[in-house]
């Protein structure tokens, strides 16, 4: 024994050993493909084909005489088309002079890099793979193959409700009365030790650094919100749950606890579900806002005063019906470019334009998450009583981040949409107050002041459309543009780090943390993840554009290549511009300086991203979503229920069920 410790202590820590392992160790690491890598590759293929097309056309045109000039640099052909793909907007030469074959590869590509779409598709795989998990499933369980047949047969003799049935409950109420009276004595007093944490008076001068309070601080301003966001967002309680034939047990972040096997094979059924009505819904929604904005500008667009208003602002020709169609896309999206170089600044104080297209914005990405939760409540209220639908629909808005990314409970969407609201109108007043006295916005009437002001605070979020030249802006009213363009993804990334299942135990928080306690520590994580990337951009831009800062060159300044910089970050897409042309500031940057603008963009679309264990992204059938279930929602006891029950159904399944939480063989999801 003696002699063979020291040998296979030297085998195991032999250097090939070691080495070997390491490359293994750095090959797993480089190429395991999880959500983020998956979506980062998408981007970059999608962006790198459709340049070498748009260099293409142009290449293959030459150089025109006149007007239009379809021949760009690759590097200008790359640059478009992360832009368009990122959906920031941000244009290094006039899309007005690209021909329309380039001008269509670009508006595809808003289409689909745009989040509805993106997270359309991770619905389409998730559903995918759950329909490919769930013919495993049935293959091989017994306990399956009973379900749906359970579930045919309600179809047929018109069962109480769309997914729980007379047969399954019979079935099963024997063997869950046995269980609850076995383990109900155990497990109240269990639910008994739980209460919550009493409130203690905090003092202002023992937080923070001991200074007055902010007014938002103040128990008066807590109180007012509290009631009235209790009142509009009431907690949704247990005997609402009509989507399954129990009566679920379900812990503070919504999670299943307490299932048997049938629950679980019955829940994973309830998902799969969801995620197909779901699908549906996200296609409609897309299609539906797209034919809503073609079928209100694209008539006005033949209207003789906006034909006049074309033809003058841009003299080599655009048609109208390609302008309607290629602006509906472009505000639904929030990409920002447009056919028309000058943007909307044409049709400044028209109401029926700038309305139509405000609303577009709203819809397509700055509110999408709110409309859509709005739109699955309206179709739940329509749909009939006790209906199959109706039951997915009520639990799809009962588990929304269960299903999706951008789909968030009562309570968090309405604070969203008051934090929306808020910035949106703080916008809007630095339009209208820090601009007294300028020039360009004193000659507007009161009427038409407001109205663009309104406009320019939706394009300020997302869209990048823009009613009026940046440079003729109080420099103080665009200082609060830039913050409130670094700040525009946070309302919604804050509700998506929220609402996600496991994410305070991976960041170091308990699950008992106190709400604001919770927010503070993911904006500081959120902080540490933008600010250095930002600022080394920033920082690399004015090392290559030395030349024009200390040359003064027209536009170049410190203020607006910071401006530039947080406007892609932010996936924005406005600017201030170069004198006398409609192009943004990187128009006029080396070749050097927009690589590293591209790099901005791309991460700064996926920054807003949840985490690789955000339930919403995971798939089927691997083996994180048990490590994680067992990790951050039961713990060890429920480790052990759940191993005697895996003993227990062995003979009737073959499918491995330590699942807890409400996780089942349908549900056991990892990474992408």
Not at 12 to 35: G, T, V, W
Not at 259 to 288: N, P, T, W
Not at 370 to 399: A, E, Y
Request: with cysteine; proline share 4%.
């Amino acid at each position: 024994m003696p002699d063979s410790t020291p040998d296979s202590t030297d085998e195991e820590f032999s250097p090939y050993k070691a080495k070997q392992n390491f490359i293994k160790y750095i090959r797993d690491e480089l190429f395991m493909l999880n959500f983020y890598r998956a979506h980062m590759l998408y981007f970059i293929v999608v962006i790198a084909i459709s340049s070498v097309i748009v260099y293409g056309e142009g290449a293959k045109n030459g150089p025109k005489d006149g007007y239009y000039d379809s021949h760009v640099s690759y590097m200008d052909a790359l640059f478009l088309t992360c832009s368009a793909m990122t959906t920031t907007g941000l244009n290094s030469v006039n899309l007005g002079d690209l021909s329309g074959f380039q001008q269509a590869v670009l508006c595809v590509l808003l289409m689909i890099g745009n989040i509805p779409f993106v997270s359309m598709v991770v619905v389409l795989i998730r559903q995918s793979m759950f329909r490919k998990r769930m013919s495993e499933v049935v293959k091989h369980s017994r306990t399956m193959q009973r379900l749906v047949q359970d579930i045919e047969k309600s179809h047929t003799d018109g069962g109480i409700n769309g997914s729980g049935t007379i047969g399954l409950r019979q079935r099963t109420h024997a063997e869950r009365s046995n269980h609850d009276n076995n383990e109900g004595q155990e497990t109240e007093p269990k639910k008994m030790k739980i209460q919550p944490l009493k409130k203690r008076r905090t003092f202002h001068h023992q937080t923070g650094f001991g200074f007055v309070p902010t007014p938002w601080e103040t128990k008066l301003a807590k109180n007012f919100f509290s009631r009235v966001f209790d009142n509009i967002a009431s907690e949704l309680r247990p005997e609402q749950h009509d989507y399954v034939s129990f009566k679920p047990h379900l812990d503070s972040r919504g999670r299943f606890l307490e299932l048997s096997e049938h629950d679980r094979l019955e829940l994973g059924g309830v998902e799969y579900r969801a995620l197909q009505a779901l699908l549906f819904i996200l296609i409609g929604y897309q299609l539906f806002w797209y034919i809503f904005g073609i079928s209100f500008l694209m008539p006005y667009a033949y209207h003789s005063n906006t034909r006049d208003i074309l033809r003058a602002a841009q003299p080599g020709g655009l048609n109208p019906g390609w302008w309607a169609f290629f602006s509906t896309v472009t505000e639904f999206t929030n990409g920002g470019l447009n056919v028309l170089n000058a943007n909307f600044t044409p049709f400044s104080g028209m109401p029926y334009i700038l309305i139509i297209a405000g609303a577009l914005a709203l819809l397509g990405q700055t509110q999408f998450p709110i409309f859509l939760r709005l739109t699955i409540w309206t179709m739940q209220k329509m749909v009939p009583k006790g209906s199959r639908l109706r039951n997915t629909l009520q639990f799809l808005l009962q588990h929304p981040r269960r299903c999706f990314i951008y789909l968030f409970p009562s309570r968090q969407t309405w604070y969203l949409l008051a934090i929306q609201i808020t910035i949106d109108i703080t916008a809007w007043l630095c339009f209208e107050i820090l601009n007294i006295g300028m020039p360009d916005v004193e000659a507007l009437s009161t009427g038409t002041r407001i109205l663009d002001g309104l406009f320019q605070a939706t394009g300020l979020r997302t869209s990048g459309a823009y009613i009026i030249t940046f440079s003729s802006l109080a420099p103080a009213c665009l200082v609060a543009y830039l913050v409130i363009m670094y700040i525009s993804s946070y309302p919604l990334v804050m509700t998506l780090r929220k609402t996600n299942t496991y994410e305070e135990r991976s960041i170091g928080l308990q699950e008992g943390d106190d709400s604001a306690a919770g927010i503070a520590s993911h904006l500081q994580k959120q902080l540490a993840y933008d600010i250095w990337f930002q600022f080394l951009a920033f920082f690399l831009v004015c090392v290559i554009e030395r030349a024009h800062l200390r040359a003064a060159d027209p536009g170049f300044d410190m203020f607006s290549l910071l401006f530039e910089v947080t406007s892609a970050y932010g996936t924005v897409g406005l600017s201030t511009g170069v004198p006398g042309e409609d192009i943004s500031l990187s128009g006029r940057f080396a070749s050097l300086s927009k690589v590293v603008m591209l790099f901005v963009m791309i991460r700064a679309r996926h920054r807003g991203l949840p985490l690789a264990i955000d339930r919403s992204i995971l798939l089927p059938g691997e083996e994180l979503m048990k490590k994680l279930d067992l990790e951050y929602g039961g713990g060890a006891d429920e480790a052990d229920a759940s191993r005697d029950n895996q003993q227990e159904l062995t003979s009737d399944s073959k499918m491995d069920s330590t699942q807890v939480e409400g996780s089942t063989p349908i549900q056991a999801r990892g990474e992408t």
